[in-house]
């Protein structure tokens, strides 16, 4: 569960940091770099249990690193609220990973579904800042979200057993 986790706020940080590259300058760059400074505290709480734990990270580390990076370039390549789009998308399956990881928890690890539920807060956040910066105007919304949707499934259950 760590390890599904720690990947998923990494791939996150990647996600922000393609984006960056391209719109890094523009209109949502303070935004981007927001939600993205989130995600890195997210991480470093995920490095720090998986340290304590003993577990060990993904061995696709170095894909998630490639493939954030281009997830986050792409759709900002197609415009900053592709880019929202992308945010929302990413954000809903997070919003349904953390809560089940949450009940599946609850009574056995109060501090971990505390933990997991504040990061859980914060990426309804960022998904209510992507709506609120114009997501659902992205070029083909519905298309792009149900895209990243089933590759952010694809990525969490490749980590389970990676």
Do not use: N
Not at 115 to 122: F, K, V
């Amino acid at each position: 569960m760590l390890r599904v986790d720690h990947a998923g706020e990494y791939g996150a940080t990647r996600i922000y940091a393609g984006q960056l590259a391209v719109l890094g300058r523009g209109r949502a760059a303070a935004v981007i770099r927001e939600m993205g400074e989130r995600e890195k505290r997210h991480l470093a709480v995920f490095e720090e249990l998986l340290r304590q734990r003993r577990v060990r990270p993904t061995l696709l580390y170095p894909l998630w690193s490639a493939a954030g990076f281009a997830l986050g370039a792409a759709t900002a390549l197609m415009g900053r609220r592709a880019a929202m789009a992308c945010t929302v998308a990413v954000e809903e399956v997070i919003d349904a990973h953390y809560r089940d990881q949450a009940e599946r928890l609850a009574g056995a690890e109060p501090a971990l579904v505390e933990t997991i539920l504040s990061c859980r807060d914060d990426e309804l956040a960022h998904r209510d800042i992507a709506l609120a910066e114009g997501a659902e105007q992205a070029p083909l919304y519905e298309p792009l979200v149900a895209a990243v949707k089933a590759a952010s499934r694809l990525a969490i259950w490749l980590s389970t057993r990676l």
